[in-house]
C-alpha cells in the first residue's frame, strides 16, 4: 500500500510541476501560442519557477509540510485549468508524459541513490525544511559549501505522509522532461528532411542520456546540469544552422530559462 500511494505521490508532483509550468507560459511567455511548446518545455518551466519561489520564500520561512502542500495544491490548481485548452491541442504529448513517467518509476525503484546523497545532499535539503535563511553552514559539514539549485527545489517535496521519501526524485523529473523534449523534436523532424542534421544530433542525445545516464545513482547536481547542456546545444544549433536571421521568441526564451537553471545547479 505504501508503495502505490508512494508512486500516487510522484504522479501528483508531475503533475503540479507542469501545472506551475503552464502558469508560467500563461503570464510571462503569453504571447506565444502553447501549441508551440511541447510538455517538456513546459515542464522545464515548472521547474524554474518553483526553484525560483524556492529562493524567495527560504528567506521568510522553511520548507515545511504545510508550506510545501500548499504550494503544491496549488500547481495541481494550474495543472487542472489549464490542462483542457492544452490536452485538445497536444494530446499526444500528454500521452508522452504518462508513457515516460511511467517507463521511469523502474528507474526510481531499481536504484540506490547518489554516494553523495547521504553525505550533504539529504542533510541540506533536510535543513532547508527546519530553518530559512542559511548562512555560515559550510562550517558544519564541507558539503555545504557546494551550492546547487536542485536542493532548494528538492525541499519542496518533502510533504505530509510521504514525509522526505520523495526528495530524491529531482533529477528524475529532469530526465522525464528532457526526454519529453527531445521525443516531441525528433517526431517534428522526421517529417523534414531539410533538418536532417538536427535529426541526427536529437536521436543521439536521447541514446546517450538514457544509456549513459540510466543509474540514478550516478544523478547528483552534475549529471541533470549535462542533460540540460545538450539540450542548450540543440537549441543553439537548430537556431544557428536554420534560423540564425530569424530566431523566434520562444527559442530565445528557452535558451535563458535553461541555461539559468543549468548555471544555479553546479555553480
Not at 504550494?71 to 500528454?94: E, T
Not at 535539503?125 to 535563511?133: A, F, Q
Request: proline share 2%; aromatic share 22%.
Amino acid at each position: 500500500m505504501n508503495f502505490f500511494f508512494y508512486i500516487s505521490s510522484y504522479y501528483l508532483l508531475i503533475f503540479s510541476i507542469i501545472g506551475f509550468g503552464f502558469f508560467f507560459q500563461r503570464i510571462i511567455l503569453n504571447e506565444i501560442d502553447i501549441r508551440k511548446i511541447n510538455i517538456g518545455f513546459i515542464g522545464i518551466y515548472g521547474i524554474f519557477l518553483l526553484t525560483l519561489s524556492s529562493y524567495i520564500s527560504i528567506i521568510f520561512i522553511p520548507h515545511t509540510y504545510n508550506f510545501n502542500l500548499i504550494l503544491m495544491s496549488l500547481g495541481l490548481i494550474f495543472f487542472v485549468k489549464f490542462l483542457k485548452k492544452y490536452f485538445f491541442l497536444n494530446k499526444y504529448n500528454f500521452f508522452y508524459l504518462l508513457i515516460i513517467s511511467t517507463i521511469f518509476i523502474l528507474f526510481i525503484i531499481g536504484a540506490k541513490n547518489h554516494d553523495d546523497f547521504p553525505y550533504y545532499h539529504f542533510p541540506y535539503i533536510h535543513w532547508l525544511t527546519k530553518e530559512n535563511v542559511l548562512t555560515g553552514i559550510g562550517h558544519f559539514n564541507h558539503g555545504f559549501r557546494t551550492h546547487s539549485s536542485i536542493f532548494f527545489l528538492s525541499s519542496l517535496f518533502n510533504l505530509p505522509f510521504t514525509n522526505y521519501f520523495l526528495v530524491h526524485l529531482s533529477p528524475v523529473f529532469f530526465m522525464i522532461f528532457c526526454n519529453l523534449i527531445l521525443l516531441n523534436k525528433i517526431q517534428k523532424l522526421l517529417f523534414e528532411s531539410s533538418k536532417k542534421k538536427i535529426l541526427i544530433f536529437s536521436l543521439f542525445t536521447l541514446a546517450f542520456i538514457n544509456i549513459f545516464f540510466y543509474r540514478m545513482g550516478e544523478h547528483g547536481v552534475d549529471r541533470t546540469a549535462q542533460i540540460l547542456i545538450l539540450i542548450i546545444f540543440l537549441i543553439i544549433f537548430e537556431n544557428f544552422l536554420y534560423k540564425f536571421k530569424k530566431i523566434n521568441n520562444l527559442d530565445i526564451a528557452n535558451f535563458f530559462i535553461i541555461i539559468s537553471i543549468t548555471i544555479t545547479l553546479k555553480t
